[in-house]
């Protein structure tokens, strides 16, 4: 094919699912041989990914194109809002940042982004078969509907037809659906091909006469209830039920400090399949308690979660456990934390041009600057007690940081990287654990200074156990589905039934 032909899964409510229904609709299709790629013209996501070439994209069309095979590439999602505030954010274009803006300054100028929107799916749909196009929120949210380039106004642009997915889990399904359908202007309404159910529990026999009211009102079919499918699968931002997960019965605890703008917590879903280890997220002291090891995650504005720990009270909690022996860990934002001093000279990290007083427990110093460092890396850890363990991951910061003391590890090129002291450790770089090198000697530690035997049982490598869980993911889909008409909305045949 010359041109892709494009299905858009549209949902009634951030949370409804989309990000999986596409990386589903990515793998099947993948699965039925044809070449696929994600494609979502505006994200708003605090975790995002550094492409082979530098570039900066959300981490929702990463996971999308993993399940669909392919390699992430930053045309799958030109624009990439990360919020810095309540009402503010860094805005990202093509891979670049191109500044901080306020809500209503990026309001007032994204049409004018429409060129570069089209260009990137143009170009995109030049290489593959199928573009599977995810919306963003809702396309009823009738006070922004007049300058939308993500959700009708996007399908109007490239011509897509629409799946709706309503969250029954939430509650309210059937006003969910016909609410956002009964808001529509007529020629979107015609865009909408099927509606889908997604994250059902229960006897789906008991829905029937509910579906049935539901077609004879909106005049559309229901091509899918898809069941609450147990797949464990990267999340895309903070309304994670990753991140509400309390302690667990393990003999290990990882307790991961819950900053406010928390971000690329995915780094740390493979120590979740750890046998031993139990990771939860805290906010507060009680909830911190006595784990056996402490993480500082990512976050996009440094400074002011450094500010926020001090206040909450953590960070006097956690400099007694760090004096105490407890490991702790910082990665990027939670690595600048752990330094003595972080200076904000031009306010662009913060929006104040302040230096603030660091955790204090490691001999480095960070000074933040406008110039974003992007690069995909492999290296090897150098510091006892992880010396030899096989990293691979990305950078992706503002800030260059002063390391006066021990290097963590050694990039490929040979530049050290990161810092250790005692039993702190503070590295840039992102999906650290993913080879489970390093998971593995940090479960050995931990057990050294519990007593324990470390368990024997092999991990499966992350990578290995991420295809599972897309395979897992694209069967629960697939048994659900009508993709004969998914199929026939986009002008194809299902290839599986013209097979048989």
Not at 16 to 25: F, H, M, N, Q, V
Not at 136 to 162: Q, T
Not at 227 to 255: M, N
Request: net charge negative; charged share 20%; aromatic share 6%.
């Amino acid at each position: 094919m010359s041109k892709a032909k494009c299905i858009m899964v549209q949902g009634t409510m951030s949370g409804a699912g989309k990000s999986l229904l596409c990386a589903a609709l990515c793998r099947i299709f993948a699965q039925d041989g044809y070449r696929v790629a994600p494609f979502k013209s505006q994200n708003m996501a605090l975790n995002s990914f550094v492409t082979r070439d530098g570039l900066e994209m959300g981490r929702a069309q990463v996971v999308q194109a993993q399940a669909a095979g392919i390699e992430p590439d930053v045309r799958m999602n030109p624009i990439l809002l990360k919020p810095s505030s309540d009402v503010g954010s860094q805005v990202i274009v093509n891979g670049e940042v191109r500044g901080q803006m306020s809500a209503a300054a990026y309001f007032k100028m994204k049409r004018a982004l429409i060129p570069e929107i089209l260009s990137a799916y143009n170009s995109l749909a030049e290489t593959v078969d199928i573009i599977v196009i995810e919306g963003a929120g809702s396309p009823a949210e009738i006070n922004l509907k007049a300058d939308d380039i993500v959700n009708m106004g996007l399908a109007r642009l490239v011509d897509a037809p629409v799946l709706l997915a309503g969250d029954i889990d939430r509650g309210g399904v059937f006003a969910q659906l016909y609410g956002t359908v009964a808001l529509l202007e007529p020629e979107e309404r015609a865009r909408i091909k099927g509606l889908l159910i997604n994250k059902f529990r229960g006897d789906v026999e008991i829905l029937r006469p509910g579906l049935a009211m539901l077609e004879e009102k909106t005049q559309l079919p229901v091509l899918g209830v898809v069941p609450y499918l147990k797949v464990d699968i990267e999340d895309e931002d903070s309304l994670s039920t990753r991140l509400d997960a309390g302690k667990t019965v393990h003999p290990l605890d990882a307790a991961i400090l819950r900053l406010p703008h928390i971000s690329n917590f995915t780094d740390f879903m493979p120590l979740e399949q750890h046998p031993l280890l139990g990771v939860r997220y805290v906010q507060n002291t009680r909830q911190l308690g006595t784990p056996d090891l402490i993480i500082l995650p990512g976050t996009k504005n440094t400074v002011d979660d450094l500010l926020w720990l001090r206040q909450s009270g953590l960070e006097a909690a956690l400099l007694k456990l760090a004096a105490n022996g407890t490991p702790v860990l910082g990665v990027c934002g939670g690595y600048q934390m752990l330094g003595e001093t972080l200076a904000d000279p031009e306010g662009t990290e913060s929006g104040t041009a302040q230096t603030v007083r660091g955790l204090g427990l490691l001999p480095t110093r960070t000074v933040f600057t406008g110039q974003k460092h992007r690069t995909q890396d492999t290296a090897a850890v150098t510091a006892a007690p992880f010396a030899g363990a096989a990293l691979t991951g990305y950078q992706i910061h503002t800030g260059r940081t002063e390391v006066q003391g021990v290097p963590f590890c050694t990039l490929a090129d040979g530049t050290p990287e990161g810092c250790v002291q005692d039993n702190v450790f503070g590295t840039y770089l992102h999906g650290l654990f993913d080879t489970g090198a390093l998971t593995e000697k940090l479960v050995a530690l931990l057990c050294r200074r519990k007593g324990i035997a470390p368990d024997s049982a092999a991990l499966i490598p992350m990578e290995q156990y991420r295809q599972q869980q897309f395979d897992l993911l694209a069967d629960g889909v697939r048994g659900a589905l009508d993709l004969d008409a998914v199929y026939a909305a986009m002008g194809l045949k299902n290839p599986r039934r013209n097979a048989q």
